[in-house]
């Protein structure tokens, strides 16, 4: 090596070159012993995976069916009411335990007595279909029991969305209007001829029903953006901080110093992130129905266009941007595009969500 017109050699001796030739070796041979464990195991599951597939393809064939319907009919009902059994420990481990009983104001039918009926005058004329008949009522009094659950969830989601002064039937039509849905058509069906029970479409209706109230009560502010403590400005009307002419305030203010955590009031998608007149740096989100909020007057964003954000996440940070006196967040919740005040949601829902969750 030269170096500033000196020469200086380095000599590798036999020994080390021996035990580096050594080392590499046995780097080498760790190296294809793994791979070699590698394609072992790779090769053994899916061996293992070919095995599994091969045993559920004949559990499920047509064949052996056939042949258990051939050997008795005895055994077929037997597996059929095992199987409903565990339908309905899987539900009620779930779910929990479902209404037996009819309240006064419910319209989900009873066909309790007339399954009765059915299954003595079956009984009488095929007396090997007996069984049979009995996991058909079992199966029609399920399904009304689980009817029964969902209206009433429905109802206490729905309970709780009028304590917040909201109507729930419209925030489920405007759910429906504004929900953007596709894909291929798949017709349900319950009977051979294609057609689909009564009692089994209620029961999709009304779960269908409970899923839109429960979503729309997520989806109602719950979390306060800032702390309430510091609330500089209320809903309605105020003098302006500008000019002291009258003017119309649309959400709450909330100061604090520049730089504070912003957080979503509910679970929802950022529509908007970016700059608006008057607002400064602005987020909105929609939590679907027809509900959106915004928060502005921000010093830095912490999510952006198109990103689904949960109650309680960090949106922005609150700052002085646009037609801002000092660093304040300012809240708006709107309706269908309307400003309503904020202020009974933020103090009311979670109370009301935990009671709509109890009662569930």
Not at 307 to 321: L, Q
Request: glycine share 8%.
């Amino acid at each position: 090596m030269r170096s500033q017109g000196q020469v200086r050699f380095i000599k590798i001796s036999t020994n080390l070159q021996a035990v580096a030739a050594v080392a590499a070796v046995i780097l080498l041979a760790a190296w294809l012993a793994t791979m070699t464990v590698m394609s072992v195991m790779s090769y053994n599951a899916k061996q293992n995976q070919t095995a599994l597939i091969d045993r559920e393809a004949k559990v499920a064939s047509a064949e052996s069916r056939v042949t258990k319907y051939r050997s008795g009919i005895d055994s077929v009902a037997d597996d059929l009411a095992h199987r409903q059994k565990f339908i309905e420990s899987m539900v009620e481990a779930h779910i929990g335990t479902l209404p037996k009983n009819n309240a006064a104001d419910e319209t989900v039918t009873d066909s309790t007595n007339e399954a009765r009926k059915t299954i003595r005058k079956v009984s009488a004329a095929i007396p090997e279909a007996a069984d049979l008949v009995r996991i058909e009522a079992r199966q029609l009094a399920f399904v009304e029991r689980l009817t029964r659950y969902a209206d009433r969830r429905a109802e206490d989601a729905a309970q709780a969305i009028r304590k917040l002064g909201l109507n729930p039937n419209a925030m489920i039509a405007s759910s429906g209007d504004r929900a953007a849905k596709g894909g291929p058509f798949m017709r349900l069906a319950t009977n051979s001829d294609g057609t689909l029970d009564p009692r089994f479409k209620r029961l999709g209706f009304s779960l269908s029903r409970m899923d839109a109230l429960e979503r729309s009560l997520a989806g109602i502010p719950q979390v306060q953006p800032a702390n309430m403590k510091f609330i500089s400005s209320g809903f309605g009307y105020r003098s302006d901080p500008f000019n002291g002419g009258a003017a119309f305030h649309a959400g709450l203010d909330f100061k604090g110093p520049t730089g504070t955590p912003i957080y979503a009031a509910a679970k929802g998608k950022v529509v908007f992130a970016g700059r608006k007149q008057g607002y400064g740096k602005c987020v909105e989100v929609d939590h679907g129905n027809g509900l959106m909020t915004r928060y502005a007057h921000m010093s830095r964003f912490r999510t952006a266009r198109g990103e689904k954000v949960k109650a309680g996440e960090v949106i922005g940070a609150i700052g002085s941007t646009g037609r801002s006196t000092g660093p304040h967040l300012h809240f708006e919740v709107r309706i269908n595009n309307r400003a309503v005040n904020p202020r009974p949601f933020l103090e009311k829902t979670s109370d009301v969500q935990q009671e709509a969750r109890t009662g569930a």
